[in-house]
């Protein structure tokens, strides 16, 4: 079992900045690739980042990418979403998961454990 709790959410405005962390109970994190994904109600949820278990590869979504950065600092067990120039459609619940094996993946699917969520909203 493993078990992961998100934090960092909050309230800010268009243009700013945010840090989501992610940590993770449980052996070998190592062993996991990790993503982030994010939810507004009405909607499906939406494929946001991943990270390879050695976080040597990512990738991100096309409507984040060169705006958020995710990485993973193994020794504290925690992955990280760094969110720059937010935009109000970034507003959502947004959810850490962990697959097991070191490819990453963009598929909910392929996600085994998920976070409680943390809501992010982005005033204009």
């Known amino acids: 079992q493993v078990q992961l709790v998100e934090s960092g959410g909050g309230l800010v405005q268009a243009g700013g900045s945010l840090r989501l962390s992610c940590e993770a109970s449980g052996r070998t994190f190592s062993s996991y690739a990790m993503g982030w994904f994010r939810q507004a109600p009405g909607k499906e949820r939406a494929f946001v980042a991943t990270?390879?278990?050695?976080?040597?590869?990512?990738y991100h979504a096309d409507s984040v990418r060169g705006r958020f950065t995710i990485s993973r600092d193994n020794a504290k067990n925690t992955v990280y979403l760094q969110m720059n120039s937010l935009k109000p459609e970034d507003t959502a619940v947004y959810y850490c998961?962990?697959?097991?094996?070191?490819?990453?993946?963009?598929?909910?699917?392929?996600?085994?454990?998920w976070g409680q969520g943390t809501q992010v909203t982005v005033s204009s």
């Open positions: 998961a962990a697959k097991y094996g070191s490819a990453g993946s963009s598929r909910r699917e392929s996600y085994s454990y």
């Open positions: 990270i390879t278990g050695s976080g040597g590869n990512t």
